[in-house]
């Protein structure tokens, strides 16, 4: 190494010796000397680093404040969660990736409360004896959907795989060729069966399947009916379904269970928000399907779970499952599933309460007066380069609900002033992706658009355009 070199390098504090800096016990305070000293040994480096590339230019990143703000930059880096909460202003409600229901306060403060401390979860306070963490839900389950029992389990899929295991393993389960659906994240009908231990059989076409289908498929080796709802995709002209009622017929003539997946399968009719009806839980029961399964964090609203109701012989049989234990919901999750069906008790006032009902119910004119209210906060983050306009769009339900229909609905769209975008619109997302709640939008034609159907937290929203870097 050259002599100035050397006596560059020999100008570096020591770890110790910006530990003891004023700012660094502050630093220290707040985060802990473990975290502070692997920040200062990080700093260090980077330091060192430099001056033998930069030589005298490095000299600056010795001065306290550089390194204090350095050092300020990696722990907050350090302490940031991976999982974070962002705007979804991509006009899709349930966005799988951007974590599907937002959930109802009720829910939220359940789910503090539990996770506060010790609770009921499997102990019956009123006799002092070891209880059932379903009993939480089963009963207002079954009163919601009229099924005479219920079960819960982490997902849907963890429900359809735990269903089939318990009913169908080592057996067959005719299926239409029209509903073997595959779902995003590798959920697919005919896999799910294998891993569950059933012989798919398949029957009718892609467009066309017959009651006599099912019929002709039943043998000595079958173990149940199963229909699946093509949440995800609709099949248009020449077609015939067997409906659930049709097959319930059959399945009872034959002594056999009928199994349905609904997938994002509701508890309300969705048509009086002005939303396309989508089968309900009660109208799969009532129509003598003996197993539905459905999500808890789709249509309905509400975390993340599975669920199963039906006849009470047969949730039985799935509860008594020891796959069921692998499968099970934790406390947190029951507590703001129980909080969310319990609003479903009080029907009126579920555009209000349930995020998911509140953002997919709104109305244009609503997203309209917002896109208002946001336009000149977005005019001045944005500045001179870019023109933003009020236009229409289409919002989707997303999660493969309703996969054709869309709702109309409002956006910011920023444009380029001068020339083809080109990159600009892509660094345009990049930086609303950087901001400290980070926004999601989306490209669509030559225009970022800011889809404001699930925006709510107005204030937050603008308060932060203030840090956008273009
Ligand atoms: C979404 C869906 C599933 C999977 O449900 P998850 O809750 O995502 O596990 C299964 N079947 C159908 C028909 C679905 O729409």
Redesign the pocket.
Known sequence: MPDDQKSLHSKVPSVDAILRLEPSIVLIERYGRALVTDAIRTVIADIRRQISELAEEALPLLEEASIIEQLNLFLDRATQPSLRAVYNLTGTVLH?NLGRAVLAEEAIEAMVKVAKGASNLEYEIGSGKRGDRDSHLDELLCKLTGAEAATVVN??????LLVLNTLGQRKEVPVSRGEL?E?G?A?RIPDIMKRAGCKLVEIGTTNRTHLKDYAEAISGKTACLMK?????YTVQGFTKEVTAQEMSALARDRNLPLIE????GTLIDLSQFGLPHEPTAQEAVSSGVDVV?F????LLGGP???LIVGRKDLIAKIKKNPMKRAMRLDKVTIAALTATLQLYLDPDSLAARIPTIRMLSRSVEDIQALAERVQNPLVAAVGDGFAVSIIDCQSQIG???LPVERLPSKALAIGTTKGKPGGKLQKLADAFRALPMPVIGRIQDDAYLLDLRCLEDIDGFTTQLGDLKL
Not at 155 to 160: G, S
Not at 228 to 232: C, K, P, R
């Open positions: 799988t997902n849907n899929a963890a429900a359809v659906i779902i994240g959920f699946v709802h093509t949440s995800n997946d609904l997938g994002s399964t999500s808890g964090d789709k993340q779970a599975g999660s493969g609900s």
